[in-house]
C-alpha cells in the first residue's frame, strides 16, 4: 500500500512518460548517499513545448536518507505523438554533487485505462478518470455488455512443433465480424488440459496473419482493434499437447461499435479542457453467469464539434462460476 505501481513512477534516474494528456505529475526519490547533510536546488532544462515544476525545488537530505520529491510536467504547445526531451540536475549548494536525470516526453490527446477489471455482479457500478490534452468536444458512450462465444474443440500434437495451417495440426475457426469496435480472443489456463501448450494465429479477411499469441504455457490473448468486416479465421495450434492431444474452449467477443447495450455511461464530463481530468461513471444489470467485455468509447475534437474515436476503455467482467 502507498507505493506507486504505474511505469512513470518507478524510482529510476530517467522520467519518461510515453501517453501524457495535458499535464502528469510524476514522483521520484532522491538519495544522499554522503557522510554528511547536503542541500540541493533543481534544476530544469525543459523538454521543448513544455513547462515543468518540481516540488519541493530545494530539499535537505541527511547522510544515507532519501527524500522523495514531485514533477510535474505540462504541455503548453508541444505537438502530439512526437517525443520531446530535456533533463533535471540537483546541484548541491557547494556545487560538489550532481544528480542528473533526463526527462522524455510524447503528448496525447486523452489519457485513458485500456482495461478495468470489473467486480462479479448481475448489476454493478464503476468509475476511472479521463485526462485531456486538448480543448474541444468530448462524449463517452457505453458499447455491449456481450457475454463470449464459446468454441470447444480438440487439438493433436503437432510433433515438429513448427506452425503450418495446412499441416492437420492446427484446427480453424471462422468468425463473421460486422460493425465491431473490437475483436478479442482469448484461452486462458483452464481452458485447456493440464500442462497443454495451445497458441492462437489469426487471419484476417484478405487472408493475412496479422496477429499471435504464442506465451509460454497455455494463457493466450488477441485483440483487434475497429476490425475489418467480413470473415476472421483463428487458428488453435497444438504446440504441446501431452498425450497426443488436448480439449480446449476458445472464448470471442465482438463487442459493437454501434453504442447500446446492458452497460451504460452514467456521468462523464461534458467537454474537454487541456490538462483537466474528469470521471466517467458506468454501470451494467441483468448479467448472468457469463464472462462479459464491454467498452466505454472516447470521442472528441480539438476547436471543433465533429468527434472523432480517441480510444477505448475495455470492462472486463467474469461471472463464470
Known sequence: LGVPSEAYNLNVPSIGVAE???????????????????????????????????????????????????????NES????????????????????????PIAVKA????????????????????????????????AAAHGLVAATV????????????????????????????????????????????DADLD?????PNGELVATSTAGGTNEMIDIVLPEDGTWSLYVHGWSAPGGDSDYDLYSWVVPLTPGGSLSVDAAPAEAVLAATGAVDFSWMGASAEWYLGAISHAGAEGEDDPALLGLTLINMDNRP
Open 20 to 74: 501524457l494528456a495535458g499535464s502528469q505529475t510524476v514522483m521520484r526519490f532522491l538519495t544522499n548517499v554522503t557522510d554528511d547533510p547536503i542541500e540541493v536546488t533543481a534544476s530544469v532544462e525543459a523538454p521543448e513545448g513544455y513547462s515543468v515544476t518540481v516540488n519541493p525545488s530545494n530539499l535537505t537530505i541527511d547522510s544515507f536518507d532519501r527524500v522523495m520529491f514531485e514533477v510535474t510536467i505540462v
Open 78 to 101: 508541444a505537438p502530439l505523438d512526437e517525443w520531446r526531451f530535456g533533463s533535471l540536475t540537483w546541484v548541491d549548494s557547494d556545487e560538489m554533487y550532481e544528480a542528473y536525470s
Open 108 to 139: 496525447t490527446l486523452i489519457g485513458i485505462p485500456g482495461e478495468l477489471f470489473a467486480a462479479p455482479g448481475a448489476d454493478g457500478s464503476g468509475s476511472f478518470d479521463v485526462s485531456f490534452g486538448y480543448n474541444g468536444s468530448y462524449s
Open 151 to 194: 468454441t470447444s474443440d480438440n487439438v493433436v500434437q503437432d510433433p515438429d512443433q513448427e506452425f503450418d495451417p495446412d499441416d492437420g495440426f492446427s484446427n480453424r475457426h471462422d468468425f463473421d465480424v460486422s460493425d465491431g469496435a473490437l475483436l478479442r480472443f482469448a484461452m486462458p489456463p483452464e481452458a485447456t488440459e493440464t
Open 200 to 204: 492462437l494465429y489469426l487471419y484476417d
